[in-house]
């Protein structure tokens, strides 16, 4: 069947209102509820893959998410009204909420204030607790299964991978092996370990961590290198990557994310309670959007072309923006100081002993070498706007502080500036030298004839 169906079951099909990897999610009528709800649908004859297989996982799925939800009632757990699991099809009913994912959140240009996001989690907390309590871990925590309304109304959702702790892991139908999703994922969940509530909480320590910054904890190039850093590393600092979190997030994120079990938090109720605490300290007024009109400058910038999205936001968050006229000196030669900056609008002239020694213009570095040079920090050429200037100050005590991405960054391209402008200038002062002294041979064809000599 590949349109939308009109009928599914005894309840009539509205719209398509979402669709995964398993299923697809409509809005429907119900002849005994008076408000629409949500049927997960999953077809079983079209799929081209081992179909036997992956139906069976599916049905588990579908089964686990009845009878642990049906267990659950709690205002921000999604309520399961009906399911049907049939040969050649089954579906789920649930209560519709119109609210969408906690995904659209978690990335810079789009994060909610501070208060609201602890509010959001503070909920989550509660709702895990409740779970808890009724013998059932979520397993599958992230923002894709947390929805959320204008009003900031809680749901979560997804259940089907839930380990009912009630039962012998031997026996249990809903363990699988390798559930949830990786960067999420607790170190014991990634080890193989036992799993109780506490694995839902350091997931929802890493929601939280994601919701704050606009990115995760940990970030890594390749799976295997993520679970060594879920397994063995620190998470960094979220009052540094964000300065309109207070100090004392800091603490709370670090015991969600403990990786030893006796000193994560025992249950929600302990987590929202610290939450509480921090949130009645945060003054709501305070909140400015983040500016996108700088971020889309910095974007169209060549020295930020390696920048991931996310990097680029936390550049915002540590650099100064500033602003000057012509003639202006922004650095001296001999002065002690490791700030630089990148030209954003207008051109500067670089200069030493009172000579010209190149211009610059946007997205061009300057003033770097003193914070390349770990001994003397001396600025070792002269800086002057040639024209009303816009740049981007960077200070190496806040450049300090950030990530080791955005650092490493840092790094790379500024090394690969310096490197090819000591090329251009090596050009330069072979204009003007003698002729070169013209090699015989090569050091590799030298080295193998003494070998073969000897």
């Known amino acids: 069947m590949n349109g939308r169906p009109d009928r599914i079951g005894k309840y009539r099909i509205i719209r398509e209102i979402g669709r995964g990897a398993t299923a697809v999610v409509y809005l429907a009528e119900s002849p005994d509820h008076p408000e629409p709800v949500a049927l997960k649908h999953v077809r079983f004859d079209d799929r081209a893959r081992d179909e036997a297989k992956w139906n069976r996982r599916v049905i588990k799925l579908l089964k686990a998410e009845q009878v642990v939800s049906g267990r659950l009632d ?6 399961i009204l009906d399911a049907s699991i049939q040969p050649e099809q089954a579906y789920v009913v649930m209560e519709y909420f119109p609210g969408g994912s906690l995904e659209r959140y978690c990335s810079f240009e789009h994060l909610l204030p501070v208060h609201r996001t602890i509010g959001i989690v503070f909920k989550c907390c509660m709702a895990l607790d409740h779970a808890f309590r009724q013998g059932i871990v979520h397993r599958d925590i992230k923002p894709a299964n947390i929805l959320v309304d204008d009003e900031d109304n809680v749901k979560i959702t997804d259940f089907g991978l839930a380990l009912n702790i009630s039962k012998k892991m031997d026996t249990d139908s809903t363990f699988i092996m390798g559930v949830g999703s990786p960067a999420y994922m607790s170190p014991e969940q990634i080890k193989g370990y036992p799993l109780n509530q506490k694995t839902d909480l350091y997931s929802l320590g890493v929601l939280l961590f994601h919701m704050l910054t606009g990115r995760l904890p940990f970030r890594a190039s390749n799976p295997a290198q993520l679970m060594y850093k879920i397994i063995n590393a620190d998470p960094p600092s979220v009052s540094q990557l964000n300065p309109d979190v207070p100090e004392q997030m800091d603490a709370v994120i670090r015991k969600a994310l403990e990786k030893d079990l006796y000193s994560r938090y ?44 996310v990097d680029l936001w936390e550049v915002m968050r540590i650099c100064a923006w500033r602003n000057v006229d012509s003639e202006v000196a922004l650095m001296r030669e001999g002065d002690i100081d490791q700030r630089f900056g990148i030209v954003l609008e207008g051109r500067v002239e670089i200069s030493c002993e009172g ?16 914070w390349l040079d770990h001994i003397d920090h001396r600025h070792m050429v002269t800086v002057v706007s040639l024209e009303p200037l816009g740049y981007l100050e960077v200070n190496p005590a806040a450049l300090a502080l950030a990530s080791e991405e955005v650092l490493e960054r840092f790094r790379r391209q500024i090394s690969t500036v310096v490197v090819r402008r000591l090329a251009a200038m090596s050009r330069q002062l072979a204009e003007q030298g003698p002729a070169a002294v013209r090699a015989q041979q090569t050091a590799s064809a030298a080295m193998e004839m003494q070998l073969l000599g000897d």
């Open 74 to 79: 709690h205002p921000n757990i999604i309520r």
């Open 266 to 309: 025992r249950n929600g109720a302990e987590f929202a309670k610290d939450l509480a605490a921090v949130r009645y300290q945060i003054l709501d007024e305070h909140y400015v959007p983040p500016d996108a009109a700088r971020f889309a400058k910095l974007r169209r910038l060549a020295f930020f072309t390696e920048f991931e999205d």
């Open 355 to 370: 000579r010209r020694v190149m211009e610059l213009g946007p997205g061009e570095v300057f003033g770097v070498q003193a």
